[in-house]
């Protein structure tokens, strides 16, 4: 098997244990954290799709000459990926301390008034 | 320019509204062949229910919302057990709802491609 | 000092770090255009010095310290600055690069090809555009952590 | 062309994120100063909408490209380049929905000033408002798929704090966090067919993704994390549960707004499936998948309605399931492009002709819940009753609301609906049985809703109301003004607007195309 399909195969394992941890468990916070492993394992994807065997970082400062680079526009959508990753997380992150608040429990199963 | 054609039907809601018009005026002059005899204030004017009194209420009585459609949603109470159970409003199960839908439509997809 | 802060130890390195980890994220935004890095991952660097603060002295030792509302105001300035820049090129189109190889003194130089020492007064509009990014972030990441600590100590108390 | 409508596209989307960034500054000064901007900004956009959708329309159907930081090349590019900025593209369907978004975002604004006047929160609400406005247009404007998701996104976190910025109500806590949870696993997996077909081709932009597609497996599995993903975000049975949640929790006119989003997300659904996949796919299956889907949401929004007593939340399944009319009348279109019968194009012309009529009518219907919310104190309808003595305005607004929605002549819904159970019967009369049936328990469902609150004798609770201000009796009028106009000449509407965005995703995908790429 090559080598270079790990990280695809690493990314494909962390999408489905975070879509694990978000159907089977309890806890709102851990819910949080489910959603937030899918997105590490979508970014993970995103970056190896640039990656060139032996690349380097497409940056000119200081580069080497005459090698080639990995591609920069995974990275640039790997980056705005986690810009938005970071504002979805800190949203859900307020609204679990406020549902826990509330409700006084986080445990999803209790958590539903909304239902019907 | 007003009316609306699907190649094999027509809808033009400028002619509707007249031909409800023409109804309104057709339906007034077939009322006013009707009987003169009509008084109010006599026992002509009671509400009639099954022979019953009308029953004494201090300001009125208002259906409430739940009390509409009462039968058909008691006649359709076997579909709505199971659709009431099913909206059991657990994020876990929404989301489960999402990767079984998103599993059959894979399938579907790649079975007819 | 109150009993939301942590050990001496933490206080002490806390109070010789955070001054570093800001002037390394000031760096990291003033060379986005040149080495990896940028507004937005200085921004979070130097937030997280303000988190680091938040953390070893309490969210009451840090009283009047960091204002929420001038947080909130720099949040925005930072955003409508990168939203004017972006406007500052219409004239071509949104987020044309005005004063690339412009020869002007603001990031006016041009750029050289290939590997190069690299070149700070480069880049035209990108390095403004990165100090609006990283005001945004520094403030905003710091108002989210300051927003959160408090709603969970008040939760505490109540 | 002018300056202004050339530069338009990017316009709509700039000019509410300036205000949604100004507004908490310029609220320091005072309630008034921030209203005349937000106001400023709205008849802006407004006007701008509806100079690029008249540039557009007028065109013949060739889209209007705009390359930000643009500059260097000329549309439509020669002898085999490529794009390698971010590209607005702006056809038939992306102006028609700009309209729709700049009707519920003008009349939306409008009608906020008078019902948050005395809230506390305003500067946040307002700055919500628009970034979600422009986060909407960015969806419909966009033609990358890369800049699509940063826009989705966009809108869904300020919608999901739209639902929950009120903290200490204890329901719409669980709202936001179902609804941005929700939001953000659809996000993810639209991100995730976005990665698959960049790795595919190298490419983001949708003109360049749609010539060189080619309908392979790793293409089918993009397809179905992108259809399932968008689907959820329009609120489609099975994947609806989110949505009464959050149409209910959030503040009456952001509902509408919310409404608009869920369209934009079919709309995004409606582009890849015409445009970026086209014919490589099997057309048939996949327009089949939408008439379930859409047959689903029109049963179990309409049944689900009907038992609610909750008055917003009624109407949130009310606006769930005319969801599945827009799915079905596209669906129709889509299961027979292959074929090209005279009733595709038909379909096609119902489904994108209820969206404007969906989004007017499910307008109005939450400006006037809220006003009713707001009078009665209370959101249960069986502690309701007799408003409509003291709400004369507000009783006949809601009832010009709910028949147009149901699907009564003459109002605009039935113009729609008319459409769509004609194509639908041709290619199956089980499905317009199915739509008029549910047209039919839609009636009782606002029928019911109407008997509760508005009839009855006067009481207590119902003495000392009355009709809104005029500030939010004029937005609810030029609402109602769009139904009865919409309703009373469809023909001129469907021939100017409706038809160019069906023809635009209908048979529009080599003219979006050739519009990046040159013939």
């Known amino acids: 098997m090559n080598i270079g399909n790990l990280p695809f195969i690493v990314a494909a394992l962390l999408v489905v244990l ?54 920069p526009t995974p990275q640039a959508l790997t980056l705005t990926s986690i810009v938005i990753g970071l504002a979805t997380t800190a949203l859900l992150l307020s609204f679990a301390v406020f549902v826990h608040r509330h409700y006084g429990t986080l445990d999803v199963r209790k958590v539903k008034e909304l239902k019907g | 320019m007003s009316g609306l054609s699907s190649g094999f039907g027509v809808w033009n809601p400028i002619a509707w509204a007249l031909l409800f018009v023409g109804i309104l005026v057709v339906s007034f002059i077939v009322r006013s062949f009707g009987n003169k005899g009509y008084k109010r204030g006599t026992g002509q004017t009671k509400v009639f229910l099954s022979g019953n009194d009308e029953p004494e209420t201090s300001n009125g009585l208002h259906v409430r919302g739940d009390h509409l459609y009462w039968g058909m949603i008691d006649g359709l109470s076997a579909y709505y057990r199971r659709v009431k159970a099913w909206h059991t409003g657990i994020l876990s199960d929404y989301a489960a709802w999402f990767v079984g839908v998103l599993g059959l439509v894979f399938v579907i997809l790649v079975l007819a491609r | 000092m109150n009993n939301n802060s942590m050990s001496v130890i933490v206080r002490t390195v806390t109070r010789f770090m955070y001054g570093l980890i800001i ?26 010095a303000f988190a680091l603060l ?12 960091l204002n929420l509302h001038w947080l909130q105001s720099i949040e925005e300035f930072g955003a409508l600055a990168f939203l004017g820049l972006a406007f500052l090129g219409i004239g071509t189109a949104f987020f044309y690069n005005l004063f690339a190889n412009s020869g002007g003194f603001l990031f006016g130089a041009s750029v050289p090809t290939g590997s190069n020492a690299g070149v700070l007064t480069a880049g035209g509009l990108v390095p403004l555009m990165n100090w609006a ?25 109540e | ?39 400023l900004i709205v008849l802006a956009v407004a006007g701008l909408a509806a100079m690029l959708a008249i540039d557009v329309f007028g065109s013949g159907g060739i889209p209007t490209v705009y390359e930000l930081g643009g500059g260097t090349f000329t549309f439509p590019l020669s002898g085999g380049q490529v794009p390698v900025r971010i590209l607005f593209e702006v056809d038939g369907m992306s102006a028609f929905m700009g309209l729709i ?29 628009l970034m979600l406005i422009a986060g909407v247009f960015g969806m419909v404007l966009t033609g990358d798929m890369f800049n699509f998701f940063v826009f989705l996104e966009i809108t869904s976190i300020a919608a999901a704090s739209m639902v929950g910025f009120r903290v200490w109500l204890k329901q719409s ?8 949870a929700m939001y953000t696993l659809s996000g993810l997996f639209v991100l995730l067919a976005i990665g698959l077909l960049y790795g595919q081709y190298g490419h983001l932009n949708i003109a360049v993704l749609a010539r060189s597609i080619q309908g392979s497996l790793t293409d089918m599995v993009a397809l179905g994390l992108l259809l399932t993903g968008l689907a959820m975000k329009a609120g489609a049975v099975p994947m609806h549960m989110w949505a009464p949640d959050a149409y209910g929790e959030a503040p009456a006119p952001m509902s509408a707004v919310l409404v608009v989003n869920s369209q934009a997300s079919l709309y995004g659904l409606f582009r890849i499936l015409f445009t970026l996949f086209g014919a490589s796919i099997s057309t048939g299956t996949v327009g089949w998948i939408l008439i379930v889907l859409a047959l689903l949401t029109i049963f179990v929004g309409v049944t689900m309605a009907l038992i609610q007593s909750d008055l917003k939340r009624l109407v949130a399944f009310g606006a769930v399931s005319q969801i599945g009319y827009m799915l079905l009348g596209v669906g129709v279109g889509m299961a027979v492009i292959a074929t090209r019968p005279e009733y595709g194009l038909v379909a096609m012309q119902g489904g994108i002709f209820h969206m404007i009529n969906d989004a007017a009518c499910v307008g109005l219907l939450f400006f006037a819940s809220g006003v009713v919310i707001r009078a009665a104190g209370t959101r249960d309808l069986n502690q309701m009753g007799g408003l409509g003595h003291r709400m004369k305005w507000t009783s006949i607004f809601f009832a010009i609301g709910a028949v147009a929605l149901a699907g009564v002549p003459p109002f605009n819904g039935f113009a729609s609906k008319f459409l769509i159970y004609e194509a639908a019967f041709k290619l199956n009369p089980f499905l317009a049985v ?11 469902v606002f029928v019911k809703a109407f008997q509760a609150a508005f009839l009855g004798p006067r009481s207590n609770t119902s003495a000392h109301v009355s009709d809104p201000s005029l500030g939010m009796m004029l937005p609810m009028a030029a609402l109602v003004l769009v139904v009865i106009v919409f309703g009373l000449f469809p023909g001129f509407f469907v021939d100017h607007i409706v038809t160019p965005a069906a023809k635009a995703l209908w048979l529009g995908r080599d003219a979006y195309i050739n519009a990046v790429l040159g013939g």
């Open chain 1, 18 to 71: 975070g879509l694990y941890t978000f159907l089977f468990k309890r806890n709102l916070i851990k819910l949080v954290i489910g959603i937030t492993l899918i997105e590490t394992g979508v970014n993970l994807f995103l970056v190896t799709l640039g990656y060139r065997t032996g690349g380097i970082s497409p940056i000119y400062t200081f580069a080497p000459e005459a090698q080639q680079m990995v591609l």
């Open chain 3, 23 to 48: 002037l390394f994220g000031f760096y990291v935004i003033m060379h986005g255009h040149l080495t990896p890095g940028g507004g937005f991952q200085g921004g979070a660097v130097v937030a997280s």
């Open chain 3, 54 to 65: 938040l953390v070893a002295f309490g969210s009451a030792g840090l009283k009047g310290q």
């Open chain 3, 133 to 157: 990014v990283g005001l945004k972030v520094m403030t905003g990441i710091a108002a989210v952590v300051i927003v959160m600590l408090v709603g969970s100590h008040k939760e505490e108390t």
């Open chain 4, 1 to 39: 062309m002018t300056a202004l409508t050339l530069h338009a596209p990017i316009l709509l989307v700039a000019l509410p994120l300036l205000g949604a960034f100004a507004t908490p500054l310029v609220g320091k000064l005072g309630k008034g100063a921030r209203n005349t901007l937000i106001g």
């Open chain 4, 101 to 129: 978004t700049a009707l519920i975002a003008l009349t939306g604004a409008f009608f906020s000033f008078s019902y948050w006047k005395e809230r506390s929160g305003g500067n946040l609400y307002f700055s919500l408002f």
């Open chain 4, 173 to 180: 806590q669980e709202a936001g966090f179902k609804v941005m």
């Open chain 4, 434 to 444: 199915l739509a008029v049936l549910s047209s039919i328990m839609l009636l009782a």
